[in-house]
């Protein structure tokens, strides 16, 4: 944590040097000093982390240092936020201006004193940095350092070779290499296979070394990975212990623990007769060769000495010692890294046409190297060839391997740092959504024991929840917990950075509130006890994340305008209805977020914010939810959505049908978005998307509330799209005509979307559909399902289709089906289910482990539960009662 503190800083560090340090010139020499030996320290960081538990003196330095970075951070935001201060107009803000100015001469003043304190203290942990270094180099190495006189090889993870089929032209690259071992000079010869990483040279030569004729012709074959072991001591024993297991020969007592000279004076004493083969893989360094050559004997056998490196100098060296010969490896042609690219990511299949482009550049990225187009084939083998955007935000994350992250937003990083835990299992999703997004996710009992005592002890983060609990002074991220009812006397906020509060009483909320925080940067007060916006957060404008989720706040101030560094504004749940026209001045404002719902005899409706001119300003949004679009200004508003562009999720509501043209001029501007949803003013309000020549191309989620004249046009291309929620469509013509073939859909929810009498869901459609929801399908009178039309189908609603009298013919073609709902449907349906008997309908659905069966009544539902395995045991069926709220019609979940 030391290391992530420190780094941090030297940004912040950077940061001011470059934007900053001109409002005070003499510092620049004091802040770029302690930026030169923050840099110069922060090498030795991660040793030092990985010390720190088992040495008193390294855990002492670590904490000062990190009490600098602290420090430091401090005084910098302390200074900005003197320079923050809005000074109104007039007389007033003249007496204000001139008042400032004199409170920050003294700031200036006092920041440099602090800078120059700070310089000083660094300047000691220099010295012991110097110190300690012995101890830092020692971790690096790795866990088999030692202090005798092999301590020379640098620790490396071992190589990661290529699979032989993975090598275009393996073969005659073998042939050479075979060739140049078993012929030519009786003298010892050195080979070396020389190239940059990942061009396979490991690979070819274990090909060359596991060869049965190779094998028969050496007597001695040796395999030295210089990868493998931390020292040369290790590495002479490795030898040593591969000649023993085939010559029969007396060993001296010791050899354990004999020194580096008599180990070679062994090996050597026992190759000296004898055709031998050593392999030294992996060789960096000069060094490491000097190391080992005075152990193999210059005899006459015909022996030979592979060595496989990336250091031309070493290559050429090691083959002038030993008359011998270089084997240079190149990268590949273009037409052999294409076709091991798309052997390895589409299975020997040609590239899809749609993907050459990225492709291609993904290809160029790894400039021929066989050990780069593999691990990047690994990664695009798991990707959905139909979500581009997938494919996309690989490419645009290559600046080359193992480099800062570019093409990406924050969000977008954050997403593959949480997979990457989700990978190694740090993480566990808990539930997911129905389109595969992970909704929760938990970490294990002991892994956050150990997170939360490293965060306290460390002074990163504090969990307030017990009052006898002993805390630190200064605590920089805080969550405070309902069973928390008092501060303790010591505990000063005016560092804090992060403040999440949950379950407080009012008093204790307020109490809280009060204090300063003026560096705070993260608050979060989800279903807090709170009626008003309060006003002294207003002033606290290094903020960059507010949540007043589930509150009571019904209107924002327009002193929000301080807030210039606010990111995410999350108002979900709240009374706020409108929002001060300043908002659009907040021009870092990423996410913002302003909605509720609100049952109404049991379905949810939704209510936002009304749209207001001059949202185009907001060009950094990548989240708006709800705006509302049905007054005066709507058009307006409708054009400047275009002006979004770094939008991925999309919410309006009230939506006219004169409004929907510029709408889709705008939609069609918004390249990166994900998810849309769009409601009309009223049910029979039509929602004209029709005008929309190029719907956005990476878009997974749409819900469309309204009536639709027919299916835009553009809807069947929209190849990434995973979810589809369509309500109050009243469609003249078959829709699953034009859905069937989406490619990527999972699911579909239709509620009173046609006006016929007949559904058939064709073989071969919907080939990922895992749910499907039909409600309100008032004509409907016949369903059909074909052989092979949505094998994967898991879950299937139907309610309220008061003339459907059957289950779908064909339902037992769905060999997957594990949950069956029929909710408000006619008597004789359901009566089929609930009572068995010889009906056909009932033993359709006898592969179904689940199946509920339900009429809402006023005081919520009456649910029969069937579960089939009891029921086929002879058990009778049993049923349940059920709130009004633990069902929901389709297509009531949002876009977030």
């Known amino acids: 944590m030391a290391e992530a503190a420190v780094n941090f800083l030297i940004g912040k560090l950077t940061n001011f040097l470059n934007n900053e340090v001109q409002l005070f010139r003499d510092a620049e020499e004091e802040v770029r000093s302690v930026r030169k030996q923050l840099e110069c320290m922060s090498a030795s960081l991660r040793a030092a982390d990985s010390l720190e538990e088992s040495d008193e003196e390294v855990k002492e330095w670590v904490k000062q240092l990190r009490e600098i970075a602290y420090v430091t951070e401090d005084a910098l935001d302390e200074f900005k936020l003197l320079l923050a201060h809005d000074h109104g107009v007039g007389f007033s803000g003249l007496f204000c201006r001139i008042s400032c100015c004199v409170k920050n001469m003294k700031a200036r003043y006092r920041t440099i004193s602090q800078i120059q304190s700070i310089n000083s203290r660094i300047k000691n942990l220099c010295d012991g940095h110097q110190r300690l270094r012995h101890k830092f180099s020692k971790a690096e190495q790795g866990p088999g350092f030692n202090n005798s006189d092999n301590t020379w090889h640098e620790h490396r993870g071992n190589a990661f070779p290529l699979d032989k089929n993975e090598l275009v032209g393996i073969e005659e690259q073998k042939k050479q290499l075979g060739a140049w071992l078993v012929e030519g000079t009786s003298r010892p010869q050195v080979i070396s296979v020389v190239g940059m990483g990942g061009l396979g040279k490991t690979t070819l030569v274990n090909e060359v070394y596991q060869d049965p004729d190779v094998k028969k012709h050496f007597r001695v074959c040796a395999w030295i990975n210089f990868s493998s072991s931390p020292n040369i001591g290790e590495l002479l024993q490795d030898i040593h212990q591969q000649i023993v297991r085939v010559i029969e020969q007396w060993i001296p007592c010791g050899v354990d623990t004999m020194n580096i000279y008599w180990l070679k004076m062994l090996i ?215 069973t928390l009812q008092a501060l303790q006397q010591n505990w000063s906020l005016s560092q804090l950075r992060s403040l999440y509060m949950f379950g407080m009483e009012r008093s204790f909320m307020n109490k809280v509130l009060a204090s300063d925080m003026k560096l705070l940067n993260v608050l979060d007060m989800l279903a807090a006890p709170l009626k008003r916006f309060p006003a002294q957060v207003a002033d606290w404008c290094h903020l960059r994340y507010l949540s007043f989720r589930g509150t009571e706040v019904s209107t924002v101030p327009s002193s929000i305008v301080k807030l210039q560094n606010l990111e995410t504004l999350d108002l979900k749940h709240t009374n706020v209805t409108e929002l001060p026209v300043d908002i659009f001045k907040l021009q870092r404002l990423r996410h913002l977020l302003v909605y509720r719902y609100k049952t109404v005899r049991y379905s949810w409706s939704k209510f936002g914010f009304k749209a207001l001119r001059g949202i185009g300003a907001l060009q950094s949004l990548q989240k708006l939810c709800y705006i509302e679009a049905d007054d005066a200004s709507s058009r307006s508003v409708m054009r400047e959505l275009g002006m979004l562009t770094q939008l991925d999720r999309l919410a309006i509501l009230k939506l006219r049908k004169e409004d929907g043209r510029d709408l889709s001029l705008s939609i069609s501007k918004l390249t990166r978005l994900r998810a849309i949803s769009i409601a009309s003013v009223d049910e029979d309000e039509i929602i004209d998307l029709h005008h929309l020549s190029s719907p956005p191309p990476f878009l997974e989620r749409m819900y469309l509330h309204g009536r639709l004249g027919a299916l835009p046009h553009w809807l069947p291309s929209l190849s990434s799209l995973l979810k589809l929620h369509l309500r109050y469509s009243r469609l003249k013509d078959d829709p699953l005509v034009s859905l069937q ?156």
Request: proline fraction near 4%; include cysteine.
């Open 268 to 482: 050597k004493d026992l190759l000296q007769g004898v055709r031998y083969l050593v392999v030294l893989d992996d060789t960096r360094r000069i060094d490491e060769w000097d190391a080992v050559k005075h152990a193999l004997p210059n005899n006459i056998c015909g022996s030979r000495i592979i060595i496989t490196t990336r250091n031309y100098d070493l290559a050429y060296a090691s083959c002038q010692e030993f008359e011998g010969k270089v084997y240079k490896m190149e990268p590949l042609p273009v037409e052999q890294s294409w076709k091991l690219f798309c052997t390895k990511t589409f299975q020997g299949i040609s590239c899809p046409p749609h993907l050459e482009e990225t492709c291609e550049f993904i290809l160029r990225k790894c400039e021929g190297l066989p050990l780069a187009i593999v691990a990047i084939s690994g990664v695009l083998a798991t990707k959905d060839k139909y979500k581009i955007d997938e494919w996309e935000l690989v490419r645009h994350s290559l600046e080359g391997f193992v480099e800062e992250k570019e093409g990406k937003t924050l969000e977008e990083v954050a997403k593959d740092y949480f997979m990457e835990l989700l990978n190694r299992s740090l993480i566990e999703v808990a539930s997911k959504r129905s389109d595969g997004r992970v909704k929760y996710c938990r970490i294990h009992d002991f892994l956050r024991d150990i997170v939360t005592s490293k965060s306290t002890d460390q002074g990163f983060a504090e969990i307030g929840k017990e009052e006898n609990h002993e805390r630190p002074n200064k605590v920089r991220r805080l969550s405070l917990q309902k």
């Open 741 to 896: 073939n989406l490619p990527s859909l999972v699911d579909l929810k239709l509620l009173q979307v046609y006006e016929g009498s007949t559904l058939c869901f064709k073989a071969k459609g919907f080939k990922k559909l895992s749910i499907l929801s039909l409600d309100l399908f008032n004509k409907l009178r016949c369903v059909e399902v074909e052989k092979g039309a949505m094998p994967f189908l898991e879950k299937l609603v139907i309610q309220r289709c008061e003339l459907l009298e059957n289950l779908p013919s064909g339902i037992e073609h769905l060999t997957k089906l594990k949950v069956l709902e029929i909710f408000d449907m006619p008597d004789e349906l359901v009566k089929k289910l609930v009572h068995g008997g010889q009906d056909d309908d009932y033993h359709k659905v006898a592969h179904v482990p689940e199946i509920r069966c339900g009429y809402r009544r006023d005081e919520g539902w009456d649910i029969q539960l069937i579960d089939r395995s009891v029921q086929r045991d002879g058990a009778t069926t049993q049923g349940t009662s059920m709130g009004s709220n633990e069902l929901l019609p389709c297509g009531s979940e949002c876009t977030t």
